[in-house]
């Protein structure tokens, strides 16, 4: 399994990021997929995730500004971020084959390397 993530960076508040994750190894369109992020001194948290039917689920602290999306034919996740905010800064990964497929209780079998996203205000 790979899960190789691209689209990290910095941005003033207020501004727009989207994440992606090409998938290989597995058969994407078949699992749960989602993002996960972790910020200085916290407990990495659930962010976002995508059934293989297309549901989705959202923290509260992103919903509305967030978008999970997936492309099943070319295995790749996306994450569009808006209207980004300070606290939204963090070490972003991408997960696969979550399970129960929300942030709250998924528990990935596999990860990205993580990609830094720098909101300053």
């Known amino acids: 399994v790979q899960l190789v993530e691209s689209g990290g960076g910095s941005v003033q508040a207020g501004g727009s990021l989207r994440r992606s994750c090409v998938a290989s190894?597995?058969?994407?369109?078949?699992?749960?997929m989602g993002w996960f992020r972790q910020a200085p001194g916290k407990e990495r948290e659930g962010v976002a995730t995508i059934d293989s039917d297309g549901t989705t689920n959202y923290a509260e602290s992103v919903s509305g500004r967030f978008t999970v999306s997936r492309d099943n034919v070319m295995s790749i996740l996306y994450l569009q971020m808006k209207s980004l905010k300070a606290e939204d800064t963090a070490l972003y990964y991408c997960?696969?084959?979550?399970?129960?497929?929300?942030?709250?209780?998924?528990?990935?079998?596999?990860w990205g390397q993580g990609t830094q996203v720098t909101v300053s205000s």
């Open positions: 190894g597995f058969t994407f369109s078949s699992v749960c």
């Open positions: 997960a696969s084959d979550l399970g129960p497929c929300t942030v709250d209780a998924g528990t990935p079998l596999d």
